[in-house]
């Protein structure tokens, strides 16, 4: 069965650096989602994005993120300027756009920021 | 605005006797309800849906749910535990925004004693 692949799966990082968290999306997929979860917390929406553009954005999704689809196959989340409240397990997903809003998930990577 | 209260925040069953997983939502039209189920380092998983064709959804696994407007429930259940059900469980709503906007509830985590 097709999957979304995230890696790398955990991620350190110090307070002020840059990271990008890749996520390869199923590959006929043509929506593609960063959700996030805070250890302790609700797992939140943070952007939508289809035909290379953001559909949709959290109130989370501030300039310090940015989203990119540098090729064909891969999904990037940028936080710029990391802070210690980023710190969170993040999940990619991708849906088909045929509107049901079924979702498949990847197994998340888990950003530490120290 | 859409909402998900799981009433439960662990439950803890016997192998073979009967999951229920208690879901209320609150939602301003008729919404999108879905249920996702997380194993541990897995991504999360779509278990079912909701779409107002049927109140009684059936999944995957043994798993289904029932629609009940007058009640604005959407709880899980499985006639018999296995095992292999111990995860966590997500009881989720469609935000309404584009295409999966999606509101989750805190989850529900459900360990299976043999």
């Known amino acids: 069965e097709p999957e979304v692949t995230q890696t790398p799966s955990h991620q350190v990082t110090q307070m002020g650096q840059e990271v990008i968290l890749r996520c390869v999306p199923i590959?006929?997929?043509?929506?593609f989602y960063w959700y996030r979860q805070i250890l302790g917390q609700k797992v939140e929406f943070l952007v939508s994005f289809y035909n290379n553009e953001i559909s949709e954005k959290s109130e989370i999704f501030d300039d310090q993120f940015s989203v990119e689809r540098p090729d064909g196959s891969n999904f990037t989340l940028k936080i710029r300027s990391t802070k210690l409240e980023d710190s969170a397990m993040y999940f990619c997903?991708?849906?088909?756009?045929?509107?049901?809003?079924?979702?498949?998930f990847g197994s998340g990577t888990q950003l530490s920021v120290l | 605005a859409q909402s998900v209260t799981q009433l439960d925040s662990h439950v803890s069953v016997s192998e073979g006797t009967p999951v229920l997983l208690r879901c209320n939502y609150s939602?301003?039209?008729?919404?999108?309800l879905f249920w996702y189920v997380q194993h541990p380092n897995k991504g999360l998983q779509l278990l079912l849906k909701y779409t107002s064709a049927a109140t009684l959804v059936k999944g995957i696994n043994g798993f289904e749910a029932e629609f009940k407007k007058s009640e604005t429930s959407f709880h899980l259940t499985k006639p018999s535990a296995h095992m292999s059900d111990a995860a966590e469980y997500f009881c989720v709503v469609s935000g309404g925004g584009s295409q999966g906007n999606l509101i989750f509830g805190k989850g529900t985590k459900l360990s299976v004693k043999p």
């Open positions: 590959s006929n997929h043509l929506y």
């Open positions: 997903a991708s849906s088909d756009g045929t509107g049901d809003e079924k979702l498949f």
């Open positions: 939602s301003s039209y008729s919404p999108s």
